[in-house]
């Protein structure tokens, strides 16, 4: 694989973005040579939650070409998806597909589109959550007498990598300062993991239903989301919320090399291991700059 100048879009030796190849479709892939105006394209997610918030800012773009573009996307991020502008028809995976004329893998749609890193569509927030969910999450969490830090520590463990980006809550929780209110914004929380939280109820957990609506609504009602690299950091900033992201040496191609800010997001903030295994220097770097942020 060679990644495309700039733009950290792995293509393969040929210029040409790698489809799911056990997925048969008669109709057309769209690679940016055909006119869009006026056609219908089917673009549908291919990896985890996270690629899927990252990139389906693209679609927008897709659509001002004169596309009318269906979403078909994990059924828990359909709800949210729905509000995603220049999206014409979200199907939930496994739903019957409509009609359409051409289709594109939703992680090869900077190929097709040609993006750059000087061309990366990088709005504060393209995400939308529910107005109604914010306000009961509003309602379910009190008044506000502290900043709230959300947080978020570990990502899918069925991810060959999950052991390298994930932490562990007990090595990370002495760093915290206990002057904020804390809210986990975990959804999977593993049995040791959950020993912890009952122990430290400061730290406030909810049960969260798999649909990423609500999520995102809760993420709404904290003033800076804490995560490692997984999808809980994608969504809060797709949301435009101050996010510091926790990353291990040789973290995802995305979040490009040596940075601390991110060309995608431009409330983010990266945290970086200075040497394998290294987070307890990473904590103690989020804890200081927390400390210094003020809890009003």
């Known amino acids: 694989m060679e990644t495309m100048k700039k733009a950290g879009v792995c293509t393969n030796g040929a210029g040409k973005t790698p489809v799911d190849c056990s997925r048969v479709l008669r109709e057309p892939l769209w690679l940016g040579e055909q006119d869009l105006a006026g056609k219908t394209l089917l673009v549908y997610y291919e990896q985890g939650l996270g690629d899927t918030l990252q990139f389906c800012r693209f679609i927008k773009l897709v659509a001002d070409r004169g596309a009318s573009v269906i979403f078909e996307v994990q059924p828990v991020l359909a709800g949210l998806m729905e509000k995603l ?48 969910r914010v306000s009961e999450w509003q309602s379910r969490l009190g008044p506000r007498g502290r900043r709230r830090v959300g947080l978020a520590w570990s990502g899918n463990p069925r991810n060959g990598r999950d052991f390298i980006r994930s932490v562990r809550l007990a090595d990370w929780i002495e760093h915290l300062p206990r002057e904020f209110d804390y809210i986990c914004l975990q959804r999977e929380i593993n049995p040791a993991d959950r020993q912890v939280l009952e122990a430290n109820p400061w730290i406030r957990t909810f049960e969260l239903e798999a649909d990423c609506s609500g999520t995102a609504a809760l993420c709404e009602c904290v003033d800076i989301t804490i995560s490692v690299c997984t999808s809980i950091a994608h969504l809060s900033a797709g949301l435009g919320k101050t996010t510091w992201v926790m990353l291990a040496v040789g973290a995802d191609f995305r979040w490009l090399h040596a940075r601390t800010d991110s060309p995608w997001y431009p409330t983010v903030k990266l945290y970086r291991q200075t040497a394998i295994g290294d987070w307890p220097g990473v904590f103690r770097r989020v804890g200081a700059d927390l400390a210094s942020v003020g809890v009003k």
């Not at 502008?85 to 040609?114: N, T």
Request: glycine content about 4%; some cysteine; hydrophobic content about 40%.
């Open 85 to 132: 502008e220049g999206v014409s028809q979200v199907v939930p995976e496994g739903a019957s597909l409509p009609r359409f004329d051409y289709h594109c893998p939703l992680l090869s749609l900077p190929l097709a589109l040609k993006i750059t890193l000087d061309t990366l569509p990088a709005p504060r927030r393209y995400l939308e959550s529910d107005a109604s």
